[in-house]
């Protein structure tokens, strides 16, 4: 299983960006799909995720309203459109992936044993 994580890059605050997570090995329809990020000295922290079935979404507080991941299932790629960006958007961010987890741990980095290479966001005040 490899994911490919990319659309990183410096933006100013009030911008957008869209990351993208192509995924191989491993069919998104049927998998839960997360972004995860993560600053220097921190855990990773959950952002937004489809469901291992059914394609629902959970989205976390701190984006809601301005995050949407979204999912192109021919093309097996996840996307996390980036609006209305903040300088504690800056992060590193991750896609993960899992045929297994279930919906109680959707959110727990730890539950994915499937991770993309990180693609840095810089958001600039």
């Known amino acids: 299983v490899q994911l490919q994580a990319s659309g990183g890059g410096l933006v100013q605050a009030g911008g957008s960006l869209r990351l993208s997570c192509a995924v191989s090995?491993?069919?998104?329809?049927?998998?839960?799909v997360a972004w995860f990020r993560q600053t220097p000295g921190t855990e990773r922290e959950f952002v937004a995720a489809?469901?291992?079935?059914?394609?629902?979404?959970a989205i976390a507080d701190p984006v809601k309203g301005r995050f949407t991941i979204s999912r192109d299932t021919a093309k097996n790629t996840v996307f996390l459109q980036m609006n209305s960006l903040k300088p504690e958007d800056t992060a590193t961010y991750y896609c993960?992936?899992?045929?297994?987890?279930?919906?109680?741990?959707?959110?727990?980095?730890?539950?994915?044993?499937?991770w993309g290479q990180g693609t840095l966001v810089t958001v600039s005040s």
């Open positions: 993960a992936a899992s045929s297994t987890v279930i919906l109680s741990s959707l959110r727990n980095p730890h539950s994915y044993y499937n």
């Open positions: 090995g491993l069919t998104i329809r049927s998998s839960a």
């Open positions: 489809f469901t291992r079935s059914g394609g629902n979404t």
